[in-house]
């Protein structure tokens, strides 16, 4: 059974650091692109990293130099480290693979939390 589980989430105050982690099991991970999503209320879910390498990235302009991605095959996990946290990254982070050849294995963690407030 494919599981990805988000962990690192909480209350950071602006201008601070949290670091996310996705854990996946059931799957041979190393086949997946793995991407950081977020979703605010009241708005659409929108990407905010992915990676199939560590030279292959991919992240949005509202983040660019300040969160960073990496991932860890051994581990079957994914980071995302976030720094100068500003109010507008509050959201649910959510965790996704998707398999770099079958586009319809596809799976979503259940998400995490991330308040940035003073």
């Known amino acids: 059974q494919v599981q990805l589980v988000e962990s690192g989430g909480g209350l950071v105050q602006p201008g601070g650091s949290l670091r996310l982690s996705c854990v996946a099991s059931?799957?041979?991970?190393?086949?997946?692109?793995a991407g950081w999503y977020r979703q605010a209320p009241g708005k659409q879910r929108e990407l905010v990293a992915d990676?199939?390498?560590?030279?292959?990235?991919n992240y949005a302009d509202s983040v660019k130099g300040r969160f960073t991605i990496s991932r860890d095959n051994a581990k079957n996990t994914v980071y995302l480290q976030m720094n100068s946290l500003k109010p507008e990254d509050t959201a649910v982070y959510y965790c996704?693979?998707?398999?770099?050849?079958?586009?319809?294995?596809?799976?979503w963690g259940q998400g995490t939390q991330v308040t940035v407030s003073s």
């Open positions: 059931g799957m041979l991970f190393s086949l997946y692109r």
């Open positions: 996704n693979a998707r398999h770099i050849i079958i586009r319809e294995s596809d799976y």
């Open positions: 990676i199939i390498s560590g030279e292959r990235t």
